[in-house]
């Protein structure tokens, strides 16, 4: 049972591999971080974390501290492993840059050698038992997909005059994206290609707006995912190239602050338009800085997380449902 599941999960990740496709990019969309799958994935306007590189990364201007994090996920009852390393650097005036490097494997794929069926017919195939396939595999590769994004933001304040109104509105926009190199590699074959993502994200004080001090914050994000056409072309005689889609995220975020309570209340929706396009929703709550509880929904998949700060570490995890197997997410975050 667990060979023909390892088999199907197998020819689900990797088969657009072996010929010119439009899904080859679809690995990364299980998407970087910890807090942002506790959320569904709808992260693209709150992007306020190191993950935000590849959520939207637009957001990393308004990290003002040198931030660090590590995730490692088990996927589909272990049978592959998903693991995510960020850096976040500020800069002078606003700017910041980032670096995210995000790695799937899939071990121990099991293969069959057919070569000693080359120029044999089908009926000495059906009445030669030593040409029948044996079941046993011949041996076993491995299968890894990388990619490697490097990130610049820059984040411009203003106020927009509403004379009409006699106030003026506070606004935050942040200007960024980034460059990713892919490298995937399936048994003795690789595949290369080289992308681009353009975002931005607008922050607003709804306070100030409807003129009512206990109100909190609107985030709203744009992130323009392989704008520039994305192909991966692997090393094999025949040329093949894969197809990286474009797709656009497209996200809107509340953050709440809720004083008698010490606590802040963050909600969040993100669309994608990749496909017949997908909903995220997620939900936050923060307790004084110092533990977290999130939920989330998207394509029929239910997520839930928790985080725990301690010495200004964060301690995260995520759960994931899916038909293949509950997923689990654990990183570490840190800002120093």
């Not at 850096?87 to 899939?106: M, W």
């Not at 509403?162 to 460059?179: Q, T």
């Not at 975002?199 to 709804?206: A, G």
Request: hydrophobic share 40%; aromatic share 14%; net charge negative.
């Amino acid at each position: 049972m667990k060979k023909t599941f390892t088999l199907t999960l197998t020819c689900l990740l990797i088969a657009v591999s072996l010929s010119a496709g439009r899904y080859a990019g679809d690995y990364m969309i299980i998407g970087s971080g910890v807090r942002a799958m506790g959320m569904g994935g709808a992260f693209a306007a709150l992007a306020d974390d190191g993950s935000a590189v590849f959520w939207n990364a637009s957001g990393i201007s308004g990290i003002r501290q040198r931030e660090a994090t590590a995730m490692h996920a088990f996927l589909y009852n272990g049978l592959a492993s998903y693991d995510n390393i960020t850096y976040v650097q500020p800069l002078p005036n606003d700017v910041s840059i980032g670096l995210n490097l995000t790695r799937l494997t899939i071990s121990k794929i099991p293969y069959f050698s057919e070569e000693y069926l080359i120029n044999t017919s089908v009926d000495e195939r059906i009445n030669n038992s030593a040409l029948h396939l044996p079941g046993v595999p011949d041996g076993y590769f491995s299968s890894t997909d990388d990619f490697y994004q490097f990130a610049f933001a820059k984040r411009f304040s203003f106020e927009a005059n509403m004379g009409w109104l006699f106030f003026e509105i506070p606004f935050d926009v942040c200007l960024g994206g980034n460059v990713k190199f892919i490298k995937r590699k399936l048994r003795n074959n690789y595949g290369t290609g080289t992308g681009i993502d353009l975002s931005c994200k607008v922050t607003t004080d709804l306070a100030v707006i409807f003129d009512l001090e206990e109100l909190g914050e609107l985030d709203f994000g744009m992130n323009f995912q392989d704008i520039a056409g994305t192909d991966i072309a692997w090393d094999t005689p025949n040329k093949i190239k894969d197809e990286v889609l474009f797709n656009t995220k497209v996200g809107i975020a509340v953050r709440q602050p809720i004083p008698a309570l010490k606590s802040k209340l963050n909600v969040a929706y993100d669309y994608d338009y990749v496909y017949e396009g997908t909903s995220h929703y997620g939900v936050e709550w923060e307790y004084n800085d110092k533990a977290a509880l999130r939920a989330g929904y998207y394509e029929k998949h239910f997520t839930a997380g928790a985080s725990i700060n301690i010495y200004d570490i964060n301690l995260d995890y995520a759960l994931i449902t899916n038909p293949l197997g509950l997923t689990n997410r654990l990183g570490l975050r840190l800002r120093f």
